[in-house]
């Protein structure tokens, strides 16, 4: 790692004064050479530091975030819903009684990425920003398109982990676990901005398609810090759940994931539905289809596996990813019922 | 000591308690008398704790990467970002330059690759211009006072390259038009279990082979007399060792003396080659490893980075430093080759086999030897046997071995054709075995399996309703018994009853100082924690390797004797004072007594009546009691080999891909077993290994850039706990009456019969058989046909 | 949707031209250029920061540089090697400390973020010459072979064990889920980790 100068901030004001930039900002330059000479922000520091260890970020200056009172908290607001300060570790959030009696989905989403000592350290802000783990991506030695080159190395190469769904341009997948829990339950995010200002958008909005911007895996602007998700209150009736299949059960990412939020009324009708896959697709992809198929019908096994079916339906696997299909569709019917048929 | 004749004596040998008899041995009158079986004994064969266990749970065992000497610098070696190009210059002046840099060298060694031979007629005066052959390949280092100097140092190296084609992939390499990666023949050793090293073989482009030796008999013939004949093509992948303790040294240049502290599995044979390396007489160089934290064969010899050690700690006057990252380890300190293996066997109806062909391709990257050993050509009788194999060479770092060599791979395959033949003979994989293996130890242990592990209830394949399908499998090791003779140990008893173990050799986890100290405790009436072992350094006596499965059968004997001979004369200086001859007296609890113990005095004061400070004694491995079945140098082979039987138990999601593997039943042999909890551990190492191998690990290389795409731990995926399964190990005592302990190795069989213990029973599960490595999901899926044809696109 | 791979994009990626330029350092794992060093050096000027690192109850007043993360300065100035690095990314968990109690990957964090908070290592764990239950447990089963992912692992379990009193085996498999032990040693150590809940219990 480069050597820095180390700054811890007090407040979120006083850090967003020192002029930070986003990851994405720092690491672009045109050359092909790792971004150089900016201040960026610290949480747990996961990310970052396996960023510069690669080389792939060599900051002027690093400002920490980490002892920021109200960026570490998890907070219930008075009507029910919940503030997750974006400096809660993910091993905070899975063990949270509030979180895991109100939103399953999140909370087994947050218990399983990596492994306890990363979880007692990541945070759940950087958890969302984190950049891609493809590993072309992460190779010194590939300039991809996301760093300014002129190749997805995924296309014609190793793509067995990449994207089978939206993938125009580059064949990441959102490297977010709990990103599809917290679209899934129609979280929040609270951005502040440099002049000490807010605001409030929907989680799903957050995060950019590569037609958007290929450069840049989210919307956050240049100076904004994340500071809060914020979950909605939860309606009577409604359920989620959370499933995952890596390739082994320790210590792996995870090759499909799904996070799944029904509303059910009394006689077992579903009238809501979100359906959000992970490791699909460079954001956090909703299955339309799906979410429509199981809308105002009973959660029978025969429902599930139509609206499983419907979910991958419009996928364009690579040459190496076609098997993530067979795997979606099982998770999703799986995390249906689950979610359906929990107390 | 004595005289030279021989002298008979009755050897317990068959297998403990089922068939145990007796046997005569004509042994030399220094060799210790025959043990009785390990009931009998105070410690052999006793779960006595690991001796270094306290200093590993507490942080205090001195790994080499802990090592810290007045002065140390730190080296970082720069290595290739291409897989092919011509080094066209190499200017390190600002390197050696920056501040703290103590020296800085171009690195070009080949240790571990094929080498090109010099074309006939042509004078060797002109050396051709540098290549780097694969992503990884050292060109220079550099050695500086704080590691972060050496690190900014390495940056200042200025090289240019000329890029050149190159081929990363065995499919593309094997194509006529396909760069070539060396340019004319090569030769050099094969270690990774294949044939053909540096005998002459013919190479065609990439193509080096085949190499036919091992092939008896007449196949063809053999094939007209088959009444059924079975035939698979399977593949299996590029595994990597992955040791905990990255590739490590500290080499310290003095005026008069090498000293290089390595983490490394056969400290003599790293001794040897430095020396020879570096025009030293062997006995100014001097090896030394305490703590070794995993070797899996990649740490047998010195390499290419501890030559780089020792020659920037030349250069520098300094102890230097180096410690391979993981990138570096993952791209260049060995690895297990990739094979495509062709397998044929004909049989007739009452299973008897007729003949048996293999005939396969493998990269070891720039390395030879990616066969697939010995293992079908052994394991089972057959009178035609025909194998041809083949390297292919391709852009990558070369292989090495990896427990088990060649037939880690060749069992994956053969094992799964046999279970093929099983079913269409429509008998019980275990009964085929029954008639085809000559193993009498194997045959008891599928006994013993079948029973423990519940073959019997093993199903139809493919049988189970519902999407989690449960199967069981079964499949055998073979391995050679493998012993060193060139290994010894001195045994020293001290003035005031203090006894020492000294040898060379090394120990690499397995815990041969614990079962060393048992073994002169249990000779001279001691406890094992009474016996201070003083091992892992030339300055002692040379002893084995540990690799090969070979160290506990090849410095046991030794130290039996060794402290039989020392005990001897410590009878000798204490026979008068209890009044007998030396010859009646023994070493027991404690004490030195007369045979019928009516006197004795404490081992202590008996040692008090040595007439100087300390007595010693050394012995090397003798030959086996019973003769070698081969022998080439220091090394042979038993005559019986080692065996092993694994079952698995699985379960598999037919809808997800994913596998379970939900127990194993892993039976196995050793000879006499020396300390069952390491051995138990070791089992479990080996068939966790082999499990991961089945399923999970895959070196990933880009046959587009050349790259490792997942040279980390991350992205190459190893079994941790929550893949484990519950493990049952059961060891017999197999009484050979070879040597003074007739222990034999466990290390490798325990990891080749897993892997396809484990195919089997995906089988057994869906009905279905995979052939590739590893078993993942989208293999699985892939087998079952359930992967959707792409709608294209992309 | 893209095409083949043209040399001139791998070229790039290795930041050389086709001859000429020196591959920047990198061989393979540092950052390229020098934009990054000696940038923003912090504090007294001499590119060290003084800090305090309390290390298994004593307060340790060191200079470090900015970069290094708490397993290199418990290995390298304070001398603590028992912490073992194996992959340098989190990703092995050799490296496993508490602080505050909590297991974390030492090779993660950056020592100059862990402020005030209490730091236990492998070197702390036992009290005196006796040994915490867990190592006690370690050698009695044979919970290790090579023994360089022991620390690691014996610092996760000791931490399972005193904040859970009887952990299910399933439990102490998701608490070690991010070890890796060569040799296997796992069936050793769940039995270890058992016995020490049992003992502490006691």
Same mark, same amino acid.
């Given at each position: 790692?480069?050597?820095?100068?180390?700054?811890?901030?007090?407040?979120?004001?006083?850090?967003?004064?020192?002029?930070?930039?986003?990851?994405?900002?720092?690491?672009?330059?045109?050359?092909?050479?790792?971004?150089?000479?900016?201040?960026?922000?610290?949480?747990?520091?996961?990310?970052?530091?396996?960023?510069?260890?690669?080389?792939?970020?060599?900051?002027?200056?690093?400002?920490?975030?980490?002892?920021?009172?109200?960026?570490?908290?998890?907070?219930?607001?008075?009507?029910?819903?919940?503030?997750?300060?974006?400096?809660?570790?993910?091993?905070?959030?899975?063990?949270?009684?509030?979180? !895991?009696?109100?939103?399953?989905?999140?909370?087994?989403?947050?218990?399983?990425?990596?492994?306890?000592?990363?979880?007692?350290?990541?945070?759940?802000?950087?958890?969302?920003?984190?950049?891609?783990?493809?590993?072309?991506?992460?190779?010194?030695?590939?300039?991809?398109?996301?760093?300014?080159?002129?190749?997805?190395?995924?296309?014609?190469?190793?793509?067995?982990?990449?994207?089978?769904?939206?993938?125009?341009?580059?064949?990441?997948?959102?490297?977010?676990?709990?990103?599809?829990?917290?679209?899934?339950?129609?979280?929040?995010?609270?951005?502040?901005?440099?002049?000490?200002?807010?605001?409030?958008?929907?989680?799903?909005?957050?995060?950019?398609?590569?037609?958007?911007?290929?450069?840049?895996?989210?919307?956050?602007?240049?100076?904004?810090?994340?500071?809060?998700?914020?979950?909605?209150?939860?309606?009577?009736?409604?359920?989620?759940?959370?499933?995952?299949?890596?390739?082994?059960?320790?210590?792996?990412?995870?090759?499909?994931?799904?996070?799944?939020?029904?509303?059910?009324?009394?006689?077992?009708?579903?009238?809501?539905?979100?359906?959000?896959?992970?490791?699909?697709?460079?954001?956090?992809?909703?299955?339309?289809?799906?979410?429509?198929?199981?809308?105002?019908?009973?959660?029978?096994?025969?429902?599930?596996?139509?609206?499983? $079916?419907?979910?991958?339906?419009?996928?364009?696997?690579?040459?190496?990813?076609?098997?993530?299909?067979?795997?979606?569709?099982?998770?999703?019917?799986?995390?249906?019922?689950?979610?359906?048929?929990?107390? | 000591?004595?005289?030279?004749?021989?002298?008979?004596?009755?050897?317990?040998?068959?297998?403990?308690?089922?068939?145990?008899?007796?046997?005569?041995?004509?042994?030399?009158?220094?060799?210790?008398?025959?043990?009785?079986?390990?009931?009998?004994?105070?410690?052999?064969?006793?779960?006595?704790?690991?001796?270094?266990?306290?200093?590993?749970?507490?942080?205090?065992?001195?790994?080499?990467?802990?090592?810290?000497?007045?002065?140390?610098?730190?080296?970082?070696?720069?290595?290739?970002?291409?897989?092919?190009?011509?080094?066209?210059?190499?200017?390190?002046?600002?390197?050696?330059?920056?501040?703290?840099?103590?020296?800085?060298?171009?690195?070009?060694?080949?240790?571990?690759?094929?080498?090109?031979?010099?074309?006939?007629?042509?004078?060797?005066?002109?050396?051709?211009?540098?290549?780097?052959?694969?992503?990884?390949?050292?060109?220079?280092?550099?050695?500086?006072?704080?590691?972060? /100097?050496?690190?900014?140092?390495?940056?200042?190296?200025?090289?240019?390259?000329?890029?050149?084609?190159?081929?990363?992939?065995?499919?593309?390499?094997?194509?006529?038009?396909?760069?070539?990666?060396?340019?004319?023949?090569?030769?050099?050793?094969?270690?990774?279990?294949?044939?053909?090293?540096?005998?002459?073989?013919?190479?065609?482009?990439?193509?080096?082979?085949?190499?036919?030796?091992?092939?008896?008999?007449?196949?063809?013939?053999?094939?007209?007399?088959?009444?059924?004949?079975?035939?698979?093509?399977?593949?299996?992948?590029?595994?990597?060792?992955?040791?905990?303790?990255?590739?490590?040294?500290?080499?310290?240049?003095?005026?008069?003396?090498?000293?290089?502290?390595?983490?490394?599995?056969?400290?003599?044979?790293?001794?040897?080659?430095?020396?020879?390396?570096?025009?030293?007489?062997?006995?100014?160089?001097?090896?030394?490893?305490?703590?070794?934290?995993?070797?899996?064969?990649?740490?047998?010899?010195?390499?290419?980075?501890?030559?780089?050690?020792?020659?920037?700690?030349?250069?520098?006057?300094?102890?230097?430093?180096?410690?391979?990252?993981?990138?570096?380890?993952?791209?260049?300190?060995?690895?297990?080759?990739?094979?495509?293996?062709?397998?044929?066997?004909?049989?007739?109806?009452?299973?008897?086999?007729?003949?048996?062909?293999?005939?396969?391709?493998?990269?070891?990257?720039?390395?030879?030897?990616?066969?697939?050993?010995?293992?079908?050509?052994?394991?089972?009788?057959?009178?035609?046997?025909?194998?041809?194999?083949?390297?292919?060479?391709?852009? !990558?770092?070369?292989?090495?071995?990896?427990?088990?060599?060649?037939?880690?791979?060749?069992?994956?395959?053969?094992?799964?054709?046999?279970?093929?033949?099983?079913?269409?003979?429509?008998?019980?994989?275990?009964?085929?075995?029954?008639?085809?293996?000559?193993?009498?130890?194997?045959?008891?242990?599928?006994?013993?399996?079948?029973?423990?592990?519940?073959?019997? $209830?093993?199903?139809?394949?493919?049988?189970?309703?519902?999407?989690?399908?449960?199967?069981?499998?079964?499949?055998?090791?073979?391995?050679?018994?493998?012993?060193?003779?060139?290994?010894?140990?001195?045994?020293?008893?001290?003035?005031?009853?203090?006894?020492?173990?000294?040898?060379?050799?090394?120990?690499?986890?397995?815990?041969?100082?614990?079962?060393?100290?048992?073994?002169?405790?249990?000779?001279?009436?001691?406890?094992?924690?009474?016996?201070?072992?003083?091992?892992?350094?030339?300055?002692?006596?040379?002893?084995?390797?540990?690799?090969?499965?070979?160290?506990?059968?090849?410095?046991?004997?030794?130290?039996?004797?060794?402290?039989?001979?020392?005990?001897?004369?410590?009878?000798?200086?204490?026979?008068?004072?209890?009044?007998?001859?030396?010859?009646?007296?023994?070493?027991? !609890?404690?004490?030195?007594?007369?045979?019928?113990?009516?006197?004795?005095?404490?081992?202590?004061?008996?040692?008090?009546?040595?007439?100087?400070?300390?007595?010693?004694?050394?012995?090397?491995?003798?030959?086996?009691?019973?003769?070698?079945?081969?022998?080439?140098?220091?090394?042979?082979?038993?005559?019986?080999?080692?065996?092993?039987?694994?079952?698995?138990?699985?379960?598999?999601?037919?809808?997800?891909?994913?596998?379970?593997?939900?127990?194993?039943?892993?039976?196995?042999?050793?000879?006499?077993?020396?300390?069952?909890?390491?051995?138990?551990?070791?089992?479990?190492?080996?068939?966790?290994?082999?499990?991961?191998?089945?399923?999970?690990?895959?070196?990933?290389?880009?046959?587009?850039?050349?790259?490792?795409?997942?040279?980390?731990?991350?992205?190459?995926?190893?079994?941790?706990?929550?893949?484990?399964?519950?493990?049952?190990?059961?060891?017999?005592?197999?009484?050979?009456?070879?040597?003074?302990?007739?222990?034999?190795?466990?290390?490798?069989? /325990?990891?080749?019969?897993?892997?396809?213990?484990?195919?089997?029973?995906?089988?057994?599960?869906?009905?279905?058989?995979?052939?590739?490595?590893?078993?993942?999901?989208?293999?699985?899926?892939?087998?079952?046909?359930?992967?959707?044809?792409?709608?294209?696109?992309? | 949707?893209?095409?083949?791979?043209?040399?001139?994009?791998?070229?790039?990626?290795?930041?050389?031209?086709?001859?000429?330029?020196?591959?920047?350092?990198?061989?393979?794992?540092? /950052?390229?250029?020098?934009?990054?060093?000696?940038?923003?050096?912090?504090?007294?000027?001499?590119?060290?920061?003084?800090?305090?690192?309390?290390?298994?109850?004593?307060?340790? $007043?060191?200079?470090?540089?900015?970069?290094?993360?708490? !397993?290199?300065?418990?290995?390298?100035?304070?001398?603590?090697?028992?912490?073992?690095?194996?992959?340098?990314?989190?990703?092995?968990?050799?490296?496993?400390?508490?602080?505050?109690?909590?297991?974390?990957?030492?090779?993660?964090?950056?020592?100059?973020?862990?402020?005030?908070?209490?730091?236990?290592?492998?070197?702390?764990?036992?009290?005196?010459?006796?040994?915490?239950?867990?190592?006690?447990?370690?050698?009695?089963?044979?919970?290790?072979?090579?023994?360089?992912?022991?620390?690691?692992?014996?610092?996760?379990?000791?931490?399972?064990?005193?904040?859970?009193?009887?952990?299910?085996?399933?439990?102490?498999?998701?608490?070690?889920?991010?070890?890796?032990?060569?040799?296997?040693?796992?069936?050793?150590?769940?039995?270890?980790?058992?016995?020490?809940?049992?003992?502490?219990?006691?």
């Amino acid at each position: 790692m480069n050597r820095f100068e180390w700054t811890s901030a007090g407040a979120v004001a006083a850090a967003a004064r020192l002029g930070p930039v986003t990851v994405a900002e720092a690491m672009a330059t045109q050359s092909g050479a790792p971004g150089t000479a900016a201040t960026v922000l610290k949480a747990g520091g996961i990310d970052l530091l396996d960023l510069m260890k690669e080389g792939l970020l060599t900051p002027r200056r690093i400002v920490n975030l980490r002892g920021i009172p109200e960026l570490g908290r998890i907070l219930e607001g008075a009507d029910g819903s919940l503030r997750i300060g974006s400096l809660v570790t993910l091993a905070q959030i899975a063990e949270h009684p509030l979180v !895991a009696r109100r939103y399953r989905a999140l909370a087994q989403a947050a218990g399983l990425p990596a492994s306890p000592q990363i979880r007692n350290v990541a945070t759940i802000g950087g958890n969302l920003l984190q950049r891609p783990h493809c590993w072309y991506f992460r190779s010194l030695h590939h300039h991809c398109l996301r760093k300014g080159g002129a190749t997805c190395f995924a296309f014609s190469g190793e793509n067995r982990y990449h994207a089978v769904f939206a993938h125009e341009g580059c064949a990441m997948v959102h490297p977010s676990t709990t990103a599809p829990a917290l679209v899934a339950l129609g979280a929040r995010i609270e951005l502040l901005r440099r002049d000490g200002s807010r605001r409030m958008v929907a989680l799903e909005s957050l995060f950019l398609t590569p037609e958007e911007d290929i450069r840049r895996e989210n919307d956050l602007k240049p100076g904004e810090i994340l500071a809060a998700i914020i979950l909605p209150p939860m309606k009577p009736g409604v359920r989620s759940w959370y499933e995952r299949q890596g390739e082994q059960d320790s210590f792996d990412w995870p090759v499909a994931e799904v996070a799944v939020v029904v509303k059910l009324d009394s006689p077992g009708i579903c009238r809501e539905a979100a359906v959000i896959l992970g490791a699909a697709a460079p954001v956090p992809y909703r299955a339309k289809a799906a979410e429509s198929a199981l809308i105002g019908k009973p959660s029978s096994a025969g429902n599930a596996r139509d609206a499983a $079916r419907a979910a991958v339906a419009g996928a364009d696997p690579l040459s190496g990813n076609g098997y993530k299909l067979p795997v979606f569709e099982a998770l999703v019917a799986r995390a249906i019922l689950h979610a359906a048929n929990q107390g | 000591m004595a005289g030279n004749e021989l002298r008979p004596m009755q050897y317990p040998v068959g297998i403990d308690p089922a068939a145990l008899g007796e046997v005569e041995r004509r042994v030399s009158p220094d060799e210790a008398p025959p043990l009785p079986p390990n009931a009998r004994l105070a410690w052999i064969g006793k779960a006595v704790p690991r001796a270094n266990g306290h200093a590993k749970v507490t942080g205090s065992a001195l790994f080499t990467v802990d090592r810290k000497l007045p002065g140390m610098l730190h080296a970082r070696l720069l290595r290739s970002p291409w897989p092919h190009a011509r080094v066209l210059s190499l200017d390190l002046d600002a390197a050696a330059r920056y501040p703290g840099v103590r020296a800085a060298l171009p690195i070009h060694e080949t240790v571990g690759r094929a080498v090109p031979l010099p074309p006939p007629g042509t004078s060797p005066s002109t050396p051709p211009a540098r290549q780097v052959l694969y992503v990884g390949d050292i060109v220079a280092g550099v050695a500086a006072a704080t590691p972060s /100097a050496a690190e900014a140092a390495l940056r200042l190296v200025h090289v240019e390259y000329q890029p050149l084609p190159f081929v990363a992939d065995i499919e593309g390499a094997r194509s006529g038009d396909a760069p070539h990666v060396f340019d004319g023949p090569v030769a050099g050793d094969s270690h990774a279990g294949g044939a053909g090293g540096d005998v002459p073989i013919a190479q065609q482009g990439n193509v080096r082979g085949p190499d036919r030796s091992g092939s008896r008999g007449n196949v063809r013939e053999g094939f007209a007399q088959a009444e059924i004949v079975v035939e698979g093509e399977f593949r299996t992948q590029v595994q990597t060792h992955c040791c905990l303790e990255t590739h490590a040294v500290v080499a310290d240049w003095e005026a008069d003396q090498l000293t290089v502290y390595m983490s490394t599995q056969y400290t003599v044979g790293v001794r040897d080659e430095l020396a020879r390396v570096f025009g030293l007489p062997l006995s100014r160089v001097r090896v030394v490893v305490d703590a070794m934290g995993g070797g899996f064969g990649s740490k047998s010899g010195a390499g290419n980075y501890v030559r780089a050690a020792v020659a920037l700690s030349r250069q520098a006057k300094a102890p230097v430093r180096l410690v391979l990252d993981r990138r570096e380890e993952q791209l260049d300190s060995g690895n297990r080759p990739a094979t495509v293996q062709r397998v044929r066997v004909g049989a007739r109806r009452d299973g008897s086999l007729s003949a048996v062909s293999v005939d396969s391709y493998g990269t070891a990257g720039v390395g030879i030897g990616a066969g697939v050993g010995n293992f079908a050509q052994s394991i089972y009788s057959c009178a035609n046997f025909a194998i041809a194999q083949s390297d292919v060479f391709i852009n !990558a770092g070369p292989g090495s071995a990896m427990r088990g060599p060649g037939n880690t791979p060749g069992a994956f395959a053969f094992e799964q054709i046999i279970d093929e033949l099983a079913e269409r003979l429509a008998i019980d994989p275990l009964a085929l075995r029954d008639r085809i293996d000559p193993s009498a130890v194997r045959r008891a242990e599928r006994r013993i399996g079948a029973a423990h592990s519940g073959w019997s $209830r093993r199903h139809a394949p493919g049988s189970d309703a519902g999407p989690v399908k449960r199967g069981r499998g079964v499949a055998q090791s073979f391995w050679g018994a493998n012993v060193q003779t060139n290994s010894a140990c001195e045994v020293r008893i001290l003035r005031d009853g203090s006894v020492e173990l000294l040898s060379s050799v090394q120990d690499i986890g397995t815990g041969i100082g614990t079962v060393l100290a048992q073994v002169v405790a249990e000779e001279l009436g001691l406890r094992p924690g009474d016996i201070v072992v003083r091992i892992g350094d030339t300055d002692f006596p040379a002893g084995p390797p540990s690799y090969g499965s070979m160290t506990t059968a090849s410095i046991t004997p030794p130290a039996r004797n060794a402290s039989h001979q020392v005990l001897g004369k410590l009878f000798d200086a204490v026979a008068s004072a209890l009044g007998a001859a030396p010859e009646n007296l023994v070493a027991v !609890a404690g004490r030195i007594a007369t045979a019928d113990k009516s006197r004795s005095m404490s081992f202590r004061e008996a040692a008090t009546h040595l007439r100087t400070e300390r007595i010693s004694a050394v012995a090397s491995r003798s030959d086996d009691y019973g003769g070698f079945a081969r022998r080439f140098g220091d090394l042979a082979s038993a005559r019986n080999a080692l065996g092993g039987v694994q079952f698995a138990e699985v379960s598999v999601d037919v809808h997800t891909g994913s596998v379970h593997v939900e127990r194993i039943v892993a039976v196995h042999d050793c000879g006499r077993p020396m300390n069952p909890r390491q051995i138990e551990s070791q089992v479990q190492g080996g068939v966790l290994m082999g499990l991961s191998y089945a399923l999970y690990e895959e070196r990933v290389l880009d046959r587009n850039t050349g790259h490792v795409l997942n040279a980390d731990l991350e992205y190459y995926k190893i079994g941790r706990s929550r893949d484990v399964p519950e493990i049952e190990v059961i060891f017999l005592e197999n009484y050979q009456g070879m040597s003074a302990t007739d222990a034999y190795g466990i290390a490798e069989p /325990a990891n080749i019969a897993t892997a396809p213990a484990i195919a089997n029973a995906v089988y057994n599960a869906i009905g279905v058989r995979v052939r590739e490595l590893p078993m993942t999901p989208a293999k699985i899926l892939s087998a079952l046909g359930r992967i959707p044809q792409r709608s294209g696109g992309q | 949707m893209t095409g083949t791979i043209t040399r001139r994009d791998f070229l790039k990626a290795t930041g050389a031209a086709m001859t000429g330029v020196a591959v920047p350092a990198a061989g393979l794992c540092a /950052a390229p250029g020098e934009a990054g060093q000696g940038a923003g050096r912090a504090g007294n000027g001499s590119g060290l920061l003084a800090i305090s690192l309390n290390v298994n109850g004593a307060e340790r $007043r060191i200079e470090i540089e900015a970069q290094m993360t708490l !397993a290199e300065v418990l290995r390298g100035p304070l001398d603590m090697t028992g912490t073992k690095v194996g992959c340098d990314r989190g990703a092995c968990s050799a490296c496993t400390v508490w602080v505050d109690r909590v297991p974390v990957a030492s090779c993660m964090m950056l020592a100059v973020d862990v402020g005030e908070r209490k730091v236990v290592t492998i070197e702390g764990l036992a009290r005196g010459e006796e040994l915490h239950p867990v190592q006690a447990a370690f050698i009695a089963h044979d919970a290790m072979q090579c023994g360089f992912c022991t620390p690691g692992l014996v610092m996760s379990c000791a931490a399972l064990v005193e904040s859970k009193p009887n952990p299910s085996i399933e439990e102490i498999k998701d608490a070690i889920s991010g070890h890796l032990c060569r040799c296997g040693s796992y069936p050793h150590v769940f039995a270890a980790a058992m016995d020490a809940a049992k003992t502490l219990k006691g």
